[in-house]
């Protein structure tokens, strides 16, 4: 299930991918622009979507489609139908990864922490993912994450949630 609140930041809106066991990841702006992913809990980092919840699973089928259109051959982001996308808050070596994977009647969310690596003594705390408005590794893809946050803040059918906050 997909749901909408406004942000903190004028005129924008958090978005909340929920799963079918009720848990949930939030898709929200920062003040720079860049998009994060943020699980609801650090221990719960992998979200399954079936088939039942038709609008969530056609948002991430086309998510596939249109990142498929764009990949770039020499770094690619999907591979035997796994989207693999590296935080870009860190270098490559030290950041958070996230993996989709699309099977016939699910996709499977992951939130993997780099936990074993530490970038100049300072651990990972959570597994937040960024997407890099500006200066992202594969702008292309980059930019079909963002048309997707855009298309759902802007959706007319996407149900609005009347909590203030998303504790995340």
Not at 38 to 52: A, G, L, T, V, W
Request: glycine residues 2%; aromatic residues 12%.
């Amino acid at each position: 299930m997909i749901t909408r609140r406004p942000s903190n930041n004028i005129n924008q809106y958090d978005i909340k991918i929920i799963d079918s066991k009720g848990n949930f990841f939030v898709m929200t702006l920062a003040g720079n622009l860049d998009m994060y992913w943020i699980p609801q809990k650090r221990d719960c980092c992998i979200f399954e979507i079936d088939s039942s919840d038709r609008l969530t699973f056609s948002i991430f089928e086309q998510l596939f489609s249109a990142i498929q259109k764009v990949d770039d051959k020499y770094c690619p982001t999907i591979k035997d139908n796994t989207i693999t996308f590296v935080s870009e808050d860190r270098h490559e070596d030290y950041a958070n990864i996230l993996r989709i994977t699309q099977e016939k009647e699910k996709i499977h969310i992951e939130f993997i922490n780099n936990k074993t690596k530490d970038e100049f003594g300072w651990s990972h705390k959570d597994n937040t993912i960024c997407f890099c408005n500006s200066g992202s590794r594969v702008p292309k893809t980059e930019h079909v994450f963002m048309e997707m946050f855009v298309r759902l803040a802007n959706e007319s059918n996407i149900e609005e949630d009347n909590v203030s906050t998303y504790n995340v």
